[in-house]
């Protein structure tokens, strides 16, 4: 049976968790989700001085990584559609160029075409449609603009990739519950919903489906993470 990921429940689910969110997920990835974002950072490489955006921002984290690293005064806002988040994300600013509001991936409020970039961190998988969320996302962005998405995915060799689902599917969910009482069962939503979701070139495939060229993925820490990137074409290429 698919995992329910309709927005009433994953709304509700990160509503309960959001006092722990932080911690569980340094804890739970060893720290190593910082690098993630670093990587997801990098590989973005802003190029003028436009507005980006992260959506399904959750408490933030990798629209501060985005704030410090540019050099220019262009803002940087953060979406989510639960406010629980967003509350632990403005206590946590310190800086006044990172705008935070509420709003949901399927139907952001901005015009077309604004972002320079349009990155999302383990959220994508939870939002109810992939290819809606991608096409929203593609929307906002500039033409010659990027489109990022980091997300869980499952390692490239085969014994690794054993024994870590078996983690995935076995421990993880039994610590997470421990260290974070919730009704939704939040960390057996994540190893379902993480096997679930489209991965590598199926992932690709829906970006240039929402519009998006020369797509590409790099994973990392073995395949347990991988960024994905695409490019929406600039003027003269439509």
């Given at each position: 049976m698919p995992v329910d990921k309709s927005g009433a429940r994953i709304r509700q689910m990160f509503g309960e968790i959001a006092g722990r969110y932080d911690f569980m997920n340094h804890f739970l990835s060893a720290g190593t989700d910082i690098y993630w974002r670093w990587q997801t950072v990098r590989m973005a490489q802003p190029f003028n001085d436009s507005p980006m955006l992260d959506v399904c921002t959750g408490t933030g984290d990798l629209a501060f990584a985005f704030r410090r690293k540019l050099n220019s005064d262009a803002p940087v806002i953060g979406t989510d559609f639960t406010h629980g988040m967003l509350r632990l994300a403005e206590r946590k600013r310190a800086d006044r160029r990172v705008v935070f509001l509420?709003?949901?991936?399927?139907?952001?409020?901005?015009?077309?075409?604004?972002f320079q970039v349009v990155s999302v961190a383990f959220g994508l998988r939870n939002v109810?449609?992939?290819?809606?969320?991608?096409?929203?996302?593609?929307?906002?962005?500039?033409?010659?603009?990027?489109?990022?998405?980091?997300?869980?995915?499952?390692?490239?060799?085969?014994?690794?990739?054993?024994?870590?689902?078996?983690?995935?599917?076995?421990?993880?969910p039994r610590l997470g519950q421990l260290l974070v009482r919730n009704r939704q069962a939040a960390y057996e939503y994540l190893p379902q919903s993480v096997s679930e979701f489209p991965s590598g070139n199926q992932l690709t495939g829906l970006?240039?489906?929402?519009?998006?060229?020369?797509?590409?993925?790099?994973?990392?820490?073995?395949?347990?993470?991988?960024?994905?990137?695409?490019?929406?074409?600039?003027?003269?290429?439509?």
């Open positions: 509420e709003a949901d991936t399927l139907s952001l409020p901005f015009p077309s075409n604004t109810s449609s992939t290819i809606g969320g991608l096409k929203e996302m593609t929307r906002v962005c500039q033409p010659g603009g990027k489109v990022l998405v980091l997300e869980f995915s499952l390692p490239d060799n085969r014994l690794l990739s054993r024994v870590y689902q078996w983690y995935f599917r076995n421990v993880l970006m240039e489906e929402a519009g998006l060229v020369n797509t590409s993925f790099r994973s990392l820490t073995a395949g347990i993470a991988t960024v994905y990137i695409g490019h929406k074409p600039a003027k003269s290429e439509q």
